[in-house]
C-alpha cells in the first residue's frame, strides 16, 4: 500500500514547540509527580501564548504585504493609458524598484516565493533610456518641466480629454535630474532639481529638500549663476555646518565678480527665490546646424511660401500602368511638396490588414541599428530610437498573404519594379522614439553607395503610417521645411534619386520624437536596378528634376 503523505492542521511554529515540550516531559518523568504535572499546564500555557505572539508577527508582516500589494495596485495602469512618456517612466521605475523591493519582502517570509528573476522585467538601461526620452520630448516640443511635473503636456488636454494625465512626486523630478546630472547636462539637471525643490516647496516630501538644493546648487553655478549658487549654499552650510565643501564653495563664490550680493545669513535669502530661473540657463549647442529647423517642424504647422503653396493639389492617382486595379480604384494623392516631389497617398491599407501587420512584427522587433558610415557595420545610435523587423512573405501565419498583397498594391501605386525592393520593413517607436535627419539611400552627400551593383542604390522611399500617435511623431524634410502628418493607414513616397540617378540631396527627412500614443510604420525601399524598363520614366531633360511621379 502506498504511504500516505502526512498533513499538518497545525503552524509549524506550534507543532516545534509541542514536540520540545513533549521532549521536556519524558526528560523529566512528570508522570511521576503531581507538582510537576502543575508545572506542565503553565508550560503548556506558556507555549500556547508563544506561538499566539509569532502568529501575531506574522499576521503583521503579512498585513503590512497585503498593504504593500494594495498600494502597487493603486498604481495600475491601463493599455490606453501606456502610450503617455509620463506613465512609461513611472512604470519603468516601478518595475526596477517597487516590485524588486515586493518580491524581497515575500522572500524574506519562505525562500524564493515570488523570484522576481522569473519574470521579464525592465533594466536599468530601460530607466535611464526613459529619462533620455523624456527630456527628448521637453526640447523638442519646448515644455517647461514644472508642467510636465504637475500633469500639464501640451496640447494633449485639447485633443483628447479621455487621457489619465499623469504627475511626477519631487523624488520623480530629482531622479530625472540627477541622471542628466551623472550625463554631465547640467541645463537638464538644473531644469529638473528646479522643478524638485518647487514641489518640496508645495508640501511634496517624497524628496530630501536639502539634497535637492546640493545638485541645484552646482548645476546652476555650471550654468554661470554663480551668485544663485552662492545663496543656496549658504542655506546648505547653516544645516550642515560640519561639512566643510560648502565653506570652501562659499569663499570660491565671494571671490568672483560676477556674485555682487553677499548675504552673510540665509534669512537675507527667500526660499522661493532659492531656484533656478530657465530664462538663467543656457541649453547645450545642438549636434548639427539643422536641430532648430528640425525641432520647429516638429512642433509648428508647415507654413508654405506662395510660389510653393500655388504647385500644390489633390487628386486622384490612377498609377503608371493601364493593367493595374487603380483604373478603375484610384488613390486619393496630396502632393505636399512639388520638387523634389513628395506625395502622400490615403487610405492604401485597411484597418485589419494593419493590424493583423503589426501583430506579425511585434513578436520579433528588436532595437533599431543604422551602418556607421566609417566602418559600414550595423549599430545602435542615440539619434534613432526605434524597434524594427522585417516581414517576409511566407509567414506562417499569414493564411491570407496580406504581406505579399501589400506588397503588390505599393507596386502598383508606385508603377516600380519590386525585383530587387528589400523587404517589408516594420517600426514600432517607444519613450520619445525619433530618428533624426538622415537620407535613406546614403550616409551623407557624396557617400559612396552602400549597395550592391547588382541592386543599385535607394532609388525610393515609402513610408506607411500604420497607427497614429495622440501627438507628435511626424516625418520632416529639413531641406525642404515641410513636415507629412503621421494620418493612419496614409504613406508618404519620395525619390531619393534624380531622373539622371544623381543623388538628390534635398530628401533629407527625420521622424519627430512620439510625445503621446504609438507609432507604427512599415517602410519599403525599392531600388535602381529592374526600374530601367518598367519602373521610372526616363526624363527628356538630363537635369530634370524630381517633380513628377
Same mark, same amino acid.
Given at each position: %500500500?502506498?504511504? %500516505?503523505?502526512?498533513?499538518?492542521?497545525?503552524?509549524?511554529?506550534?507543532?516545534?514547540?509541542?514536540?520540545?515540550?513533549?521532549?521536556? *516531559?519524558?526528560?523529566?518523568?512528570?508522570?511521576?509527580?503531581?507538582?510537576? %504535572?502543575?508545572?506542565? *499546564?503553565?508550560?503548556?500555557?506558556?507555549?500556547?501564548?508563544?506561538?499566539?505572539?509569532?502568529?501575531?508577527?506574522? &499576521?503583521?508582516?503579512?498585513?503590512?504585504?497585503?498593504?504593500?500589494?494594495?498600494?502597487?495596485?493603486?498604481?495600475?495602469?491601463?493599455?490606453?493609458?501606456?502610450?503617455?512618456?509620463?506613465?512609461?517612466?513611472?512604470?519603468?521605475?516601478?518595475?526596477?524598484?517597487?516590485?524588486?523591493?515586493?518580491?524581497?519582502?515575500?522572500?524574506?517570509?519562505?525562500?524564493?516565493?515570488?523570484?522576481?528573476?522569473?519574470?521579464?522585467?525592465?533594466?536599468?538601461?530601460?530607466?535611464?533610456?526613459?529619462?533620455?526620452?523624456?527630456?527628448?520630448?521637453?526640447?523638442?516640443?519646448?515644455?517647461?518641466?514644472?508642467?510636465?511635473?504637475?500633469?500639464?503636456?501640451?496640447?494633449?488636454?485639447?485633443?483628447?480629454?479621455?487621457?489619465?494625465?499623469?504627475?511626477?512626486?519631487?523624488?520623480? $523630478?530629482?531622479?530625472?535630474?540627477?541622471?542628466?546630472?551623472?550625463?554631465?547636462?547640467? @541645463?537638464?539637471?538644473?531644469?529638473?532639481?528646479?522643478?524638485?525643490?518647487?514641489?518640496?516647496?508645495?508640501?511634496?516630501?517624497?524628496?530630501?529638500?536639502?539634497?535637492?538644493?546640493?545638485?541645484?546648487? @552646482?548645476?546652476?553655478?555650471?550654468?554661470?549663476?554663480?551668485?544663485?549658487?552662492?545663496?543656496?549654499?549658504?542655506?546648505?552650510?547653516?544645516?550642515?555646518?560640519?561639512?566643510?565643501?560648502?565653506?570652501?564653495?562659499?569663499?570660491?563664490?565671494?571671490?568672483?565678480?560676477? =556674485?555682487?550680493?553677499?548675504?552673510?545669513?540665509?534669512?537675507?535669502?527667500?526660499?522661493?527665490?532659492?531656484?533656478?530661473?530657465?530664462?538663467?540657463?543656457?541649453?547645450?549647442?545642438?549636434?548639427?546646424?539643422?536641430?532648430?529647423? @528640425?525641432?520647429?517642424? $516638429?512642433?509648428?504647422?508647415?507654413? @508654405? !511660401?506662395?510660389?510653393?503653396?500655388?504647385?500644390?493639389? $489633390?487628386?486622384? +492617382?490612377?498609377?503608371?500602368?493601364?493593367?493595374?486595379?487603380?483604373? +478603375?480604384?484610384?488613390?486619393?494623392?496630396?502632393?505636399?511638396?512639388?520638387? !523634389? %516631389?513628395? =506625395?502622400?497617398?490615403?487610405?492604401?491599407?485597411?484597418?485589419?490588414?494593419?493590424?493583423?501587420?503589426?501583430?506579425?512584427?511585434?513578436?520579433?522587433?528588436?532595437?533599431?541599428?543604422?551602418?556607421?558610415? &566609417?566602418?559600414?557595420?550595423?549599430?545602435?545610435?542615440?539619434?534613432?530610437?526605434?524597434?524594427?523587423?522585417?516581414?517576409?512573405?511566407?509567414?506562417?501565419?499569414?493564411?491570407?498573404?496580406?504581406?505579399?498583397?501589400?506588397?503588390?498594391?505599393?507596386?502598383?501605386?508606385?508603377?516600380?519594379?519590386?525585383?530587387?525592393?528589400?523587404?517589408?520593413?516594420?517600426?514600432?517607436?517607444?519613450?520619445?522614439? &525619433?530618428?533624426?535627419?538622415?537620407?535613406?539611400?546614403?550616409?551623407?552627400?557624396?557617400?559612396?553607395?552602400?549597395?550592391?551593383?547588382?541592386?543599385?542604390?535607394?532609388?525610393?522611399?515609402?513610408?506607411?503610417?500604420?497607427?497614429?500617435?495622440?501627438?507628435?511623431?511626424?516625418?520632416?524634410?529639413?531641406?525642404?521645411?515641410?513636415?507629412?502628418?503621421?494620418?493612419?493607414?496614409?504613406?508618404?513616397?519620395?525619390?531619393?534619386?534624380?531622373?539622371?540617378?544623381?543623388?538628390?540631396?534635398?530628401?533629407?527627412?527625420?521622424?519627430?520624437?512620439? =510625445?503621446?500614443?504609438?507609432?507604427?510604420?512599415?517602410?519599403?525601399?525599392?531600388?535602381?536596378?529592374?526600374?530601367?524598363?518598367?519602373?521610372?520614366?526616363?526624363?527628356?531633360?538630363?537635369?530634370?528634376?524630381?517633380?513628377?511621379?
Amino acid at each position: %500500500m502506498k504511504k %500516505m503523505k502526512k498533513s499538518w492542521s497545525k503552524p509549524s511554529v506550534y507543532i516545534l514547540f509541542f514536540q520540545a515540550t513533549l521532549s521536556s *516531559v519524558f526528560a523529566q518523568d512528570h508522570f511521576s509527580s503531581n507538582q510537576a %504535572m502543575v508545572k506542565l *499546564v503553565q508550560t503548556e500555557r506558556e507555549v500556547l501564548k508563544k506561538a499566539e505572539e509569532l502568529l501575531a508577527l506574522k &499576521q503583521k508582516h503579512l498585513d503590512e504585504l497585503k498593504l504593500a500589494v494594495e498600494r502597487q495596485k493603486t498604481r495600475l495602469i491601463s493599455e490606453e493609458d501606456i502610450g503617455h512618456p509620463v506613465h512609461q517612466f513611472q512604470i519603468i521605475r516601478r518595475s526596477l524598484n517597487d516590485l524588486r523591493d515586493l518580491a524581497g519582502q515575500f522572500d524574506e517570509m519562505n525562500n524564493k516565493t515570488l523570484n522576481i528573476d522569473n519574470f521579464d522585467l525592465p533594466t536599468q538601461e530601460d530607466f535611464t533610456g526613459a529619462i533620455d526620452g523624456l527630456l527628448r520630448v521637453q526640447d523638442t516640443y519646448g515644455l517647461k518641466s514644472l508642467d510636465i511635473a504637475r500633469g500639464h503636456f501640451g496640447s494633449l488636454e485639447t485633443r483628447n480629454q479621455t487621457w489619465t494625465l499623469p504627475k511626477l512626486t519631487s523624488q520623480n $523630478c530629482f531622479e530625472i535630474g540627477y541622471q542628466a546630472y551623472s550625463q554631465k547636462d547640467f @541645463y537638464h539637471a538644473a531644469l529638473w532639481m528646479n522643478s524638485a525643490w518647487n514641489l518640496v516647496q508645495a508640501g511634496d516630501e517624497t524628496a530630501d529638500g536639502l539634497q535637492i538644493l546640493d545638485y541645484l546648487a @552646482y548645476s546652476i553655478s555650471q550654468e554661470g549663476n554663480h551668485e544663485q549658487a552662492r545663496n543656496i549654499t549658504l542655506l546648505l552650510h547653516e544645516n550642515y555646518p560640519e561639512n566643510t565643501r560648502y565653506i570652501d564653495n562659499i569663499k570660491y563664490y565671494d571671490e568672483l565678480e560676477s =556674485v555682487i550680493h553677499r548675504p552673510s545669513s540665509s534669512s537675507e535669502v527667500s526660499y522661493e527665490t532659492l531656484q533656478a530661473s530657465e530664462t538663467d540657463l543656457t541649453r547645450p549647442p545642438p549636434p548639427y546646424p539643422e536641430k532648430e529647423i @528640425y525641432e520647429r517642424l $516638429c512642433r509648428e504647422p508647415t507654413v @508654405y !511660401p506662395d510660389e510653393i503653396r500655388q504647385q500644390l493639389k $489633390c487628386f486622384y +492617382w490612377h498609377g503608371k500602368h493601364w493593367d493595374s486595379a487603380m483604373v +478603375w480604384a484610384p488613390i486619393k494623392t496630396e502632393i505636399l511638396y512639388p520638387d !523634389p %516631389m513628395v =506625395v502622400q497617398f490615403y487610405d492604401i491599407i485597411s484597418d485589419d490588414e494593419s493590424e493583423r501587420i503589426r501583430q506579425f512584427a511585434a513578436r520579433q522587433l528588436k532595437r533599431a541599428t543604422i551602418r556607421d558610415p &566609417q566602418t559600414g557595420l550595423l549599430r545602435t545610435a542615440e539619434y534613432r530610437i526605434q524597434k524594427t523587423t522585417w516581414l517576409t512573405e511566407d509567414i506562417t501565419e499569414d493564411k491570407d498573404r496580406v504581406v505579399a498583397r501589400f506588397n503588390k498594391r505599393i507596386s502598383d501605386i508606385t508603377g516600380l519594379d519590386f525585383e530587387t525592393a528589400e523587404l517589408l520593413q516594420m517600426g514600432n517607436y517607444g519613450v520619445g522614439g &525619433q530618428y533624426e535627419p538622415h537620407w535613406d539611400h546614403q550616409a551623407y552627400p557624396g557617400s559612396k553607395n552602400q549597395w550592391e551593383d547588382r541592386l543599385g542604390s535607394r532609388i525610393a522611399t515609402w513610408l506607411t503610417y500604420l497607427s497614429v500617435p495622440e501627438l507628435g511623431g511626424k516625418t520632416c524634410f529639413l531641406d525642404l521645411e515641410i513636415a507629412a502628418e503621421p494620418i493612419k493607414n496614409s504613406a508618404v513616397f519620395w525619390y531619393n534619386h534624380k531622373p539622371s540617378g544623381d543623388s538628390d540631396d534635398k530628401t533629407r527627412h527625420a521622424a519627430c520624437p512620439v =510625445v503621446v500614443g504609438a507609432k507604427w510604420v512599415s517602410n519599403k525601399w525599392i531600388h535602381e536596378r529592374g526600374q530601367e524598363l518598367k519602373g521610372r520614366k526616363c526624363a527628356i531633360d538630363r537635369y530634370q528634376t524630381n517633380n513628377y511621379l
